[in-house]
């Protein structure tokens, strides 16, 4: 059984730092691709940064120079770190694998505020 379980989100100030984290079980996380996607009310999903299974990354142009995304694969864990944050990061963020060939897999989504 796969699960994307993500962890870290929460209220915050502008300007302020967040840390999260997605912990990934039931897929070889090493093979995965990974990216963190945001959802706004009322917006369609986005892509905010991504990391390859060779840590290649790339970013939304909205979040250049404030995220970065990381893997650890020991821990089969991605995380995304979050600085100078703004109150249009405002939404949910989700965490998702994607390997060629492969069904993607989702998280659940973790909750982040920015309050200006």
């Known amino acids: 059984q796969v699960q994307l379980v993500e962890s870290g989100g929460g209220l915050v100030q502008a300007g302020g730092s967040l840390r999260l984290s997605c912990a990934a079980s039931?897929?070889?996380?090493?093979?995965?691709?990974m990216a963190w996607y945001r959802q706004a009310p009322g917006k369609q999903r986005e892509l905010v940064a991504a990391?390859?299974?060779?840590?290649?990354?790339n970013y939304a142009d909205s979040v250049k120079g404030r995220f970065t995304i990381s893997r650890d694969n020991a821990k089969n864990t991605v995380y995304l770190q979050m600085n100078s944050l703004k109150p249009e990061d405002t939404a949910v963020y989700y965490c998702?694998?994607?390997?060629?060939?492969?069904?993607?897999?989702w998280g659940q989504g973790t909750q982040v505020t920015v309050s200006s």
């Open positions: 998702k694998a994607e390997r060629r060939y492969r069904t993607d897999y």
């Open positions: 990391i390859t299974s060779g840590g290649s990354t």
């Open positions: 039931g897929i070889i996380f090493r093979l995965n691709n």
